[in-house]
């Protein structure tokens, strides 16, 4: 998914990522996407400040079995081509 941050939240036990996606004219709807404990990214070259709020991301993540727009975060790709791993092993059924 495609969109444009709202907020990156880097709280224990686990950090979160707002955002709203692309092409949505009818309603804001702000995706929740759950991620790694801040302890966890720390090591593997993520801070605070790795994602600000109006950066265009593309997500990728494993969707709510509920259907709410939101679910847990694998990966982030920045605008300029930077891959960001929440350290997940991506497989067949995230978006």
Do not use: C
Not at 30 to 49: A, C, D, I, K, Q
């Amino acid at each position: 998914m495609r969109g444009t941050l709202v907020s990156f939240e880097w709280v224990s036990p686990h950090t979160w990522t707002r955002v709203v996606a692309d092409g949505n004219t009818a309603s804001e709807v702000v995706w929740n996407f759950e991620g790694m404990s801040p302890n966890y990214l720390g090591r593997r070259g993520w801070n605070r400040r790795t994602l600000q709020a109006g950066d265009v991301i593309e997500v990728a993540y494993y969707p709510l079995k509920d259907g709410m727009p939101g679910g847990l975060l694998l990966r982030v790709t920045l605008s300029d081509g930077t891959v960001k791993v929440m350290g997940v092993a991506p497989s067949s059924q995230e978006n």
